[in-house]
């Protein structure tokens, strides 16, 4: 069983910057696709930004193309998104996942979220 824990969420200002970490334990995910969605209230969870784990190559939602980073760590078998120039309209809960098998078979580790909140 993989459990996934993500940190580094909180509150800030229009124009402000957070990282989010995602920290993976149970198994590696060399080969495998890690990925960062987000749930506003009231509104589905989005595909925000993923990253191929072997070749470090990233994708990102139309939204935050330009002003969030998807990173991994592979030693410490972590994901990170650096958000810069964050809007209010990206106030959500922000989920690790874990995709196995790759993204056509959707995501397989879920983490239990953590609080971005960006004011006006």
């Known amino acids: 069983q993989v459990q996934l824990v993500e940190s580094g969420g909180g509150l800030v200002q229009a124009g402000g910057s957070l990282r989010l970490s995602c920290a993976a334990s149970?198994?590696?995910?060399?080969?495998?696709?890690m990925g960062w969605f987000r749930q506003a209230p009231g509104k589905e969870r989005d595909f925000v930004a993923a990253?191929?784990?072997?070749?470090?190559?990233?994708y990102y939602s139309d939204s935050v193309k330009g002003r969030f980073t998807i990173s991994r760590d592979n030693a410490k078998n972590t994901v990170n998104l650096q958000m810069n120039s964050l809007k209010p309209e990206d106030t959500a809960v922000y989920y690790c996942?874990?995709?196995?098998?790759?993204?056509?078979?959707?995501?397989?580790?879920w983490g239990q979220g953590t609080q971005v909140t960006v004011s006006s």
């Open positions: 996942a874990a995709s196995i098998r790759g993204p056509k078979w959707g995501y397989d580790y």
């Open positions: 149970g198994r590696t995910f060399s080969g495998h696709t």
């Open positions: 990253i191929n784990w072997s070749s470090g190559r990233p």
